[in-house]
């Protein structure tokens, strides 16, 4: 139902329209429509009717027709030499209308010259940048059937949006440059561009189709960068190994890379060394300059930088630096006798010993012993004990011994008698009593001491049956006293107690005799004093005792000098160095201790086994070795009694300085070879160390010049020496003076030349370049005709472009160039 209205609809429309139509519609016919035509060549095209008309005709430009009243009539040319030929057809109906058909006529004209390529830009491209290549055809026509294709090496380069031609082309034969934008990237460094251009007629085209023409190749330089690759922010290397694979610069032209540290320019092959950790600035200089920072980290195995042997002192804190220096940082382990251990902060006897101790990291491991010396006071003296012979005239023994770091001295106080002796010995003490007498019965006191301390024990020697029930006991100031220990001159009070006597009576010298209970002397002065108390009692024998007496005298002074010397020192020799310390009493007890500044230990501890107890005059020395770093050092020695409480205060000596003179070391000049140019002063500096300072002369020639500064001249050739002398020594230096002819005038003037036959050639040029432009032509290298001068250049954005005559000169672009 639908259906049928629509129909009808249509039918009306349809009806109207053949009403009103044009009565022109199909009146004409040309066969063919379009024609291509070579220019010059023959040409016929047909053009026929069916309606009934009066008169019908070609007009044209060539080859018109008069009117007749056919039904066909031919266009023909017979050599058509026009572009631009429009025939129209025409017939004239009886009613005076008139209806007309244009005919295309595609006039052509075969590409005959190879299209010119070239660049529109001198000089080598930059990446990313914009350039634009041109392909200029010469005398085709009609252009806008041109068909233009871009090549880079084999490939085709997709054509972009269609470069329309411009219609408004002459028909004629032109002159055409098309154009190519491309923004080069690295890849494109040294591609050949080129294009091809071939006439695209179409439809009744000639057959075969015209052909190709390619343009020549250009190839095009292309500069990018630079840009720094393989240089992370952090570089880790070993030591001995180098910088020279990372931080490596790509770029045209090839970037000149530069490391700096500091500011400092390094050398990036030179092998690393631990110290060569740090920032570093990576500088590409090429096409322009890129810089980055980066930071070096040079690896190494573990290293210890530790002691071979610590002396520490039980329960103190000690100074101990040991450690294992490596990047990455190493794991440091110590073993002692093969287990595991921590070094604790305060060290006991028992920690002493051997230790091994590791490091390890992922760079190398690295071991170390260190020896562990514990000092410790004396320990408890161990076997000594009480004797008990059982006749007088027995020899009796008594063994003092005891531990300690350094190993103990020891020292005895007894009743001093002829039969007694001591001999230590092994770190033991043994004092034998030969054939003891009633003076030997008593106590036996032994000190064992270090610097540290000292530990003492008292054991008494008895005869069975003699005399065991007396008891006197010495007292003073109310203390019971086993021995006296009093200075020299000093005033002295004993008590003499035994519990129940009738009497005492004390002997203190065959001269000096009383009967009381107290001694007393205001000044005692007696070296050889042996007080002896006798005590009688009601009922059983009496007994006597004698008192030791320990008389002692510090030192007044201590001298310190050399042995057989005097004034400094000259390296590398013995000296023996001597501590005088006079008049001292008793010569057993005193220690002698030597010090060297800077250092916390003593050099030395000196005792003296000599009993004499009257006031002698002893010495003490140590050996000093004289080198360079012993100049300045300065020692001393210290005397002190050991004689329990009442010791006096140790004395010291002044300070001694040694002065170590040595021979000169000649540190300038430290080349052989010496080079002098004709016409330069130059001063060679001589410069040598040594003390005292060295003077200095140079010789040449028979003559000498005194100082270390020497103006040298080409008179001097041969041979100088140097001489540095001191009261150590002197040393020498000789070198060769060696004439050097200076090359730099001759360079200077070789550049000067260089320089000078550029600029002729140069101006050369230049003039013949003037001339050619004036006359209105000019000849390029390829000898390729430029194609376009002054004419039409299009592309898709129907650019003119101007022409260029300088851009021959381009160098980097082969070809020609507009
Ligand atoms: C035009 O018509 C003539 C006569 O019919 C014929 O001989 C000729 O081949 C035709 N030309 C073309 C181009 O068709
Ligand atoms: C290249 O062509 C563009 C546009 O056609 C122009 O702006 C530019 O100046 C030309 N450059 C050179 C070096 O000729
Ligand atoms: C132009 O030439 C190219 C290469 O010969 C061809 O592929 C393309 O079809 C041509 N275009 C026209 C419109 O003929
Ligand atoms: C240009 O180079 C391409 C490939 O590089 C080559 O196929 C072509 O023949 C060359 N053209 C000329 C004229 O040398
Ligand atoms: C064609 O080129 C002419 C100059 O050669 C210019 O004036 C005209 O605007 C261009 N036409 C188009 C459509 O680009
Ligand atoms: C290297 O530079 C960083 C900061 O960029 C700085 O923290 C560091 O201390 C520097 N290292 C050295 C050895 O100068
Ligand atoms: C302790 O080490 C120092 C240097 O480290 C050395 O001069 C000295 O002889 C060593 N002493 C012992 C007992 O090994
Ligand atoms: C440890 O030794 C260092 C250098 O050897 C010193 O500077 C420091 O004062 C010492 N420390 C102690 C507590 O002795
Ligand atoms: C220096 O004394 C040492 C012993 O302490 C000895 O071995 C050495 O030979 C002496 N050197 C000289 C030059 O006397
Ligand atoms: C003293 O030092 C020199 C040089 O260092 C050395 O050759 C010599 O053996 C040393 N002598 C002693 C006793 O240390
Ligand atoms: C030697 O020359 C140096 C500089 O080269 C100067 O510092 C020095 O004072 C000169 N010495 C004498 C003794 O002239
Ligand atoms: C095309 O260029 C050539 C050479 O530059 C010139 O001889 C010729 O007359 C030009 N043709 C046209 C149509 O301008």
């Not at 003492?456 to 021995?483: D, L, M, N, P």
Request: with cysteine; proline share 6%; hydrophobic share 35%.
């Amino acid at each position: 139902m639908y259906e049928g209205i629509c129909f009808r609809v249509f039918l009306s429309l349809l009806s109207l329209w053949v009403v009103d139509a044009d009565p022109c519609s199909g009146a004409l016919t040309i066969s063919p429509a379009r024609v291509v035509v070579e220019y010059g060549d023959f040409v016929e095209v047909n053009c026929t009717t069916s309606i009934i008309h009066d008169i019908m005709g070609w007009e044209a430009t060539v080859g018109s027709t008069p009117g007749t009243d056919k039904q066909l009539i031919a266009w023909r040319v017979y050599r058509l030499s026009e572009w631009d030929v429009k025939p129209i057809c025409y017939v004239t109906l009886d009613n005076g209308d008139q209806c007309t058909e244009n005919l295309d006529v595609i006039v052509y004209k075969d590409l005959e010259y190879v299209p010119t390529m070239s660049v529109n830009h001198t000089g080598p491209m930059i990446e990313g940048q914009k350039y634009q290549l041109q392909c200029a055809i010469r005398d085709v026509a009609p252009v806008r059937y041109l068909n233009v294709t871009w090549y880079r090496g084999d490939d085709m380069i997709p054509p972009g949006p269609d470069p329309l031609l411009n219609s408004s082309y002459p028909s004629s034969p032109s002159n055409v440059t098309f154009s190519l934008w491309i923004s080069p990237s690295r890849q494109d460094d040294g591609a050949q561009f080129w294009c091809a251009a071939e006439l695209s007629l179409g439809e009744g085209g000639p057959q075969p189709p015209p052909p190709r023409m390619a343009s020549q190749n250009v190839s095009i330089t292309v500069h990018y960068g630079p840009e720094i690759i393989s240089c992370p922010g952090s570089i880790y290397v070993s030591e001995g190994e180098n910088l020279e694979n990372f931080c490596i610069a790509k770029g045209n032209p090839w970037p000149i890379v530069t490391w700096h540290r500091n500011g400092v320019l390094v050398d990036p092959s030179h092998p690393l060394s631990r110290q060569d950790s740090d920032n570093y600035t990576v500088t590409a200089s090429g096409l322009a300059e890129s810089v980055q920072l980066t930071t070096v980290y040079v690896m190494y195995g573990p290293e210890f930088h530790c002691p071979s042997n610590l002396t520490v002192e039980e329960y103190r804190t000690y100074n101990l630096s040991c450690s294992a220096e490596g990047y990455p940082k190493p794991e440091v382990q110590w073993f002692k006798e093969g287990e595991e251990i921590d070094l604790s902060e305060t060290l006991f006897r028992a920690d002493q010993g051997k230790y091994h101790i590791l490091a390890n990291s992922s760079h190398g491991n690295a071991s170390h012993w260190l020896d562990v010396r514990v000092l410790y006071p004396p320990s408890s003296i161990v076997e000594l004990e009480d004797v008990e012979v059982d006749v007088l005239g027995s020899d009796v023994a008594l063994k003092c011994s005891s531990s300690g770091d350094p190993r103990p001295q020891y020292r005895w106080s007894y009743f001093r008698d002829e039969n007694v002796r001591v001999n230590t010995e092994d770190g033991v003490s043994l004092l034998h009593i030969n054939g003891v007498t009633k003076l030997n019965i008593g106590t036996y006191n032994c000190c064992a001491l270090n610097r540290l301390g000292q530990e003492c024990k008292a054991v008494r020697v008895t005869v069975r049956g003699v005399q065991a029930s007396c008891h006197i006991q010495f007292s003073s100031a109310g203390k019971t006293v086993e021995e006296l220990v009093v200075e020299y001159g000093k005033n002295v009070s004993i008590n003499c107690n035994a519990r129940g006597h009738k009497m005492i009576k004390w002997t203190i010298s065959p001269s000096h005799k009383f009967t009381g209970d107290t001694w007393t002397e205001k000044a005692l002065t007696d070296w050889n004093v042996k007080p002896v108390c006798r005590a009688t009692f009601e009922g059983h024998d009496p007994c006597e005792k004698l008192l030791d007496v320990t008389l002692f005298k510090s030192p007044k002074d201590l001298s310190i000098s050399f042995q057989n010397h005097s004034g400094p020192v000259v390296k590398n020799k013995n000296y023996t160095l001597l501590c005088e310390i006079q008049d001292v009493a008793p010569v057993e007890n005193l220690v002698v201790t030597w010090y060297k500044k800077g250092l916390n230990d003593s050099l030395r501890m000196e005792t003296f086994q000599n009993t004499i107890m009257t006031p002698q005059n002893v010495f003490s020395t140590i050996i000093i070795n004289a080198t360079k770093a012993e100049n300045g050092a300065q020692y001393w020695c210290e005397a002190k009694l050991e004689v329990g409480e009442q010791a006096p205060k140790p004395v010291k000596s002044k300070p001694f300085d040694v002065t170590v003179y040595y021979a000169p070391a000649i540190t300038l000049p430290n080349v052989s070879v010496v080079p002098v140019f004709r016409d330069y002063q130059e001063v060679l500096v001589c410069e040598a160390e040594g003390n005292p300072k060295p003077d200095i002369t140079w010789s040449f020639n028979n003559r000498s010049s005194k100082g270390g500064n020497l103006t040298i001249s080409t008179e001097m050739v041969g041979e100088i020496t140097c001489r540095a002398t001191n009261e150590g020594g002197t040393t020498t230096k000789t070198v060769q003076l060696v004439f050097k002819e200076d090359y730099l005038p001759l360079i200077a003037g070789f550049v000067a030349i260089v320089v000078v036959i550029i600029s002729a050639i140069f101006v050369f040029i230049y003039s013949i370049y003037y001339t050619n432009t004036k006359m209105g032509h000019y000849s390029l290298k390829d000898a390729k005709p430029n194609p376009q001068n002054g004419d039409v250049a299009q592309n898709g954005l129907d650019s003119n472009l101007p022409v260029k005559k300088l851009s021959q000169q381009n160098i980097y672009v082969l070809g020609a160039m507009p």
